[in-house]
C-alpha cells in the first residue's frame, strides 16, 4: 500500500519560501514520477511540477519552485520562493507509475491529503 505524507504548509509572506515536503512509504520516491499539484478554492486540481527521468514545472511557478528528493528520507520536497499571494492554495504530492513526468492529473494513481499555504500580502 502506497501513502503519501505531506507536511509544511502553513502561513507565509508574499516575497517568501516555503518547503513542502512528501514522505512516501510502499513506493520509492526516486523510481516513479512523483508530482505536485495546487487547488484554489472552486477550481480544479492544477499541475504544479513533477520529477522522474527529469523534472518539469508550470511555466506559473518555473524559476521561484524547486522539486528536490532525499533518497534516504524517501521523500520528494517542493521548495517555493518568492512567494504571491496568488500561490494561495491547497499543495497536493502525488505518484505516477512511470519515469517520464507528466502534467496529466489522471496519470497519477496515489495522491496526499493536501496541505495548505497561504501567501499574505
Known amino acids: 500500500q502506497v501513502q503519501l505524507v505531506e507536511s509544511g504548509g502553513g502561513l507565509v509572506q508574499a516575497g517568501g519560501s516555503q518547503t513542502l515536503a512528501c514522505a512516501a512509504s510502499?513506493?520509492?520516491?526516486?523510481?516513479?514520477?512523483m508530482g505536485w499539484f495546487r487547488q484554489f478554492p472552486g477550481k480544479e486540481r492544477e499541475f504544479v511540477g513533477a520529477?522522474?527521468?527529469?523534472?518539469i514545472y508550470a511555466d506559473s511557478v518555473k524559476g521561484r519552485f524547486t522539486i528536490s528528493i532525499d533518497n534516504a528520507k524517501n521523500t520528494v520536497y517542493l521548495q517555493m520562493n518568492s512567494l504571491k499571494p496568488e500561490d494561495t492554495a491547497v499543495y497536493y504530492c502525488?505518484?505516477?507509475?512511470?519515469?517520464?513526468?507528466?502534467?496529466?492529473?489522471?496519470?497519477?494513481?496515489?495522491w496526499g491529503q493536501g496541505t495548505q499555504v497561504t501567501v499574505s500580502s
Open positions: 502525488a505518484s505516477a507509475h512511470r519515469l517520464i513526468p507528466t502534467t496529466e492529473r489522471m496519470e497519477y494513481d496515489y
Open positions: 520529477s522522474g527521468s527529469w523534472t
Open positions: 510502499g513506493r520509492t520516491v526516486s523510481s516513479y514520477v
